[in-house]
């Protein structure tokens, strides 16, 4: 079955950086999107980054220029690189991905704090 572990999340002050990551398994990791969706406390889960199994990169408004998504295929991995971080970005952060028959796979979430 789908598998998605994540690592990395943490607690950091505002205007520093921390990387997730996603190791996947049960898929072929290369031949998918990958993303991060992220969700704060009483708000709806919303998508953050993602990419194709190509390697194009679609970033929501309010991360763009500060946090980086990649993938490595020979580690079935995805990386979120989160820079310039701000209490605003505090969340739990879900690795994603959507198999042939849409059906959804989720991480185990990661907290990420950002004080002020």
């Known amino acids: 079955q789908v598998q998605l572990v994540e690592s990395g999340g943490g607690l950091v002050q505002a205007g520093g950086s921390l990387r997730l990551s996603c190791s996947a398994s049960g898929i072929m990791f290369s031949m998918y999107a990958m993303g991060w969706y992220r969700q704060a406390p009483g708000k709806q889960r919303e998508l953050v980054a993602s990419v194709t199994s190509g390697g194009r990169t679609n970033y929501a408004d309010s991360v763009k220029g500060r946090f980086t998504i990649s993938r490595d295929n020979a580690k079935n991995t995805v990386y979120l690189q989160m820079n310039s971080l701000k209490p605003e970005d505090t969340a739990v952060y879900y690795c994603?991905?959507?198999?042939?028959?849409?059906?959804?796979?989720w991480g185990q979430g990661s907290q990420v704090t950002v004080s002020s």
């Open positions: 994603w991905v959507r198999d042939t028959w849409y059906i959804n796979y």
